[in-house]
């Protein structure tokens, strides 16, 4: 036998086959990197979904895990559970290099919005997250979300990369406090402090920002896998110096983590938090229309972001066909539908594709086994959370923001002599990092489309979904007032 035969036959020739790795002009190195990338860009999740949901008491006066007191280790232990059995399904079954976890935004509103209800507990509260879970999955089992996905317009699937790149780039600049509200509130943001790069913490962004755009145009491979690593050796190096402190009220402290090498390499995870769910108690303790809408409004912020994600993504990495549609679509949603379900069992809010994904396809990954790897890394970091708890945002977030550069480069491709078209596009990708929400961006894309094809006569143009989900954008626009009406 050949060695090219055996090659094929082998584990690596499965591997290849399965994950189609040639095919899409991969590797199984460049999977394996683009797969850490991912990781240590979005490992920051399983710090900071604690802190928004694990020192949020409910109406009751009780934290996450049952207790009067915050217990942050256990809600870190089942975020990176439920993160890394879902990417790993993501990857094993779509096929398709998108990482899932606790979806930001969403679990605010499920702390906020929903656990501190008069009578509401946590569990109620994952309840809610639960049954919105199962309603999407059955629309997504019926078609029904595949369906209005490919009724959405070519160039609004580009305006929605566009504006998840400028989202993920604002995101990677205000975490790591590159840009900031100032304390003067004279304006909305500023850069830096008083407009200079006055904190240690923002020299580590700039290392880590150059090291990116010097080694991608330099065409070196993994370049910000490396870029991650060389900021957190400068994070280090300046840490051991200065003893800084971790507060983002702080202006020349850490933003979240101090770089400083753990006590300990490893511990036990406590998984006690997963399960505990009251399934239907909200919608005793709650007035039913009040639940009603409250499972709506998770619905609706968790139908078209994936949809965005999943786009962007596509895009970036070459996959999308000439509609702008990725391979295996259906599966996609399908296993970010079982997210939602996933997550409130576990009780860590609902799981969503991460837009940080688009970080490991800059560094080449291009099938599912990078979601395979970054899956497994989630799993691994519920034993080694001091490991990954040592790379600051200030050597992450560049990372951010290379990457929403490579996503912007789509807006050639949108006419802008056609307003119809332009002022929707226009819309759609500048509200997501204004209004720090990739539905909202979708939202006023898809009703302004709508209209202006109303007003100049072109209507039939309008795909029947597109009136749907336009019409379901005005409700979710005006939620609040509702909301506030019935109480």
Known sequence: MSATTEERTGFAGRLDSYFEITKRGSTIGREIRGGLTTFFTMAYIVVLNPIIIGTVPDSTGHYLGGGTEPNTALVAAATALIAGVLT????????????????????????????????????????????????????????????????????????IAVG??????????????????????????????GGYIGSWPMVVFVVGLFTAVILMVKKVRGALLISIAVA???????????????????????????????????????????????????????????????????????????????????????????????????QILLVDSLGAVGGGLGSVSSNTTYIE??????????????????????????????????VPFEAATPVLVVVGFLMVAQVSGIDWKDYRIAIPAFLTFILMPFGYSISVGIGAGFISYVVLQVVTGAAKRVHPLMWVTAGAFVVYFAMGPIMNVIG
Request: glycine share 12%; charged share 10%.
């Open 88 to 159: 790993i399904l993501m990857g094993v079954w779509a096929r398709f290099p998108l990482a899932l976890a606790t979806g930001l935004g969403l679990n605010a509103f499920v702390a906020y919005g929903i656990a501190t209800r008069d009578g509401m507990t946590w569990q109620q509260a994952m309840g809610f997250v639960v049954i919105e879970g199962i309603i999407i999955t059955v629309l997504v089992m019926t078609g029904f979300r595949k369906a209005v996905f490919a009724a959405v317009p070519p160039f609004l699937k580009q305006a």
């Open 232 to 330: 957190t050796a400068t994070a280090f190096l300046i840490q051991s110096v200065l003893s800084l402190g971790a507060d983002p009220a702080v202006a020349n402290d850490w933003a979240l983590v101090i770089p400083q090498a753990p006590s300990s390499f490893a511990s036990l995870p406590d998984f006690s938090l997963i399960g505990q769910v009251d399934l239907f108690g909200g919608f005793t303790t709650l007035p039913f229309v009040t639940a009603l809408l409250i499972v709506f409004s998770l619905l609706m912020a968790d139908f078209f972001d994936t949809m965005g994600t999943m786009t962007a993504v596509g895009a970036e990495a070459g996959l999308n066909d000439e509609d702008g549609n990725p391979p295996r679509s259906q």
């Open 357 to 390: 994904s688009a970080a490991g396809v800059g560094d080449g990954a291009r099938t599912g086994l990078a979601s395979v790897v970054t899956g497994i890394a989630f799993l691994l970091s519920t034993f080694l959370t001091p490991l990954y708890d040592m």
């Open 164 to 193: 998840i790149g400028l989202f993920l780039a604002f995101i990677g600049l205000f975490d790591s406090g590159m840009v900031r509200i100032p304390a003067s509130g004279a304006t909305p943001t500023e850069f830096g402090i």
